[in-house]
T-cell receptor, first 110, second 112 residues
Framework: QQPVQSPQAVILREGEDAVINCSSS?????VHWYRQKHGEAPVFLMI?????EQKGHEKISASFNEKKQQSSLYLTASQLSYSGTYFC???????????FGKGTKLSVIP | DAGITQSPRHKVTETGTPVTLRCHQT?????MYWYRQDPGHGLRLIHY???????DKGEVSDGYSVSRSKTEDFLLTLESATSSQTSVYFC???????????FGQGTRLTVV
């Protein structure tokens, strides 16, 4: 079952912040975040394991609330290069499946 | 980045014909995945493998089969292609479930 991402799309001006959410109805062991540019393959950004840790990657960070089975991706001071579609992927406890959400299209405009 | 090669990169085939897509990796990764990507659906898991000859179904496995006879190759077969299987297919690999996955460049398949 695919995790649910929100919003489906967001438009930002350079320098603005955004939050992308990912939730699952299943118990999660880990949450992955990926970014895909148009016409390219998805690229791994970061992984969060259960335990509520927060990770950072440049000005992009994420958190994982295992009690709520939710993860959020935070993009601060957005840059044009942040444009793309962001996917969360989830591993359930005891599962080898890596299942992705439908994606959130982020557009950063000057 | 992992060395992941998908072949072919583009293919047009006729309805009812069998088609095999190949994913080849040079990183000795244990886990391999096949996804299809369609507008509005994101990435949907077709099949995955957690070792040589160890495979399992994903969420959209009907009409597809896979084989993994050696670590580096993961084959996806459309037994009898249908127009609904027109899509972009991505292979991904991962050394460990605690590490991110790396994607191949994709195969654009058109079934006419």
């Amino acid at each position: 079952q695919q995790p649910v991402q929100s919003p489906q799309a967001v438009i930002l001006r350079e320098g603005e912040d955004a939050v992308i959410n990912c939730s699952s109805s299943k118990a999660l062991y880990s949450v992955h975040w990926y970014r895909q540019k148009h016409g390219e393959a998805p690229v791994f950004l970061m992984i969060l394991l259960k335990g509520g840790e927060q990770k950072g990657h440049e000005k992009i960070s994420a958190s994982f609330n295992e009690k709520k089975q939710q993860s959020s991706l935070y993009l601060t001071a957005s840059q044009l290069s942040y444009s793309g579609t962001y996917f969360c992927g989830t591993h359930g406890a005891g599962s080898y499946q890596l299942t992705f959400g439908k994606g959130t299209k982020l557009s950063v405009i000057p | 980045d992992a060395g992941i090669t998908q072949s072919p990169r583009h293919k047009v085939t006729e309805t009812g014909t069998p088609v095999t897509l190949r994913c080849h990796q040079t990183e000795n990764h244990r886990y391999m995945y096949w996804y299809r990507q369609d507008p509005g659906h994101g990435l949907r898991l077709i099949h995955y493998s957690y070792g040589v000859k160890d495979t399992d179904k994903g969420e959209v496995s009907d009409g597809y089969s896979v084989s993994r006879s050696k670590t580096e190759d993961f084959l996806l077969t459309l037994e009898s292609a249908t127009s609904s299987q027109t899509s972009v297919y991505f292979c991904a690999t991962s050394r460990d479930s605690l590490i991110g996955a790396f994607f191949g460049q994709g195969t654009r398949l058109t079934v006419v």
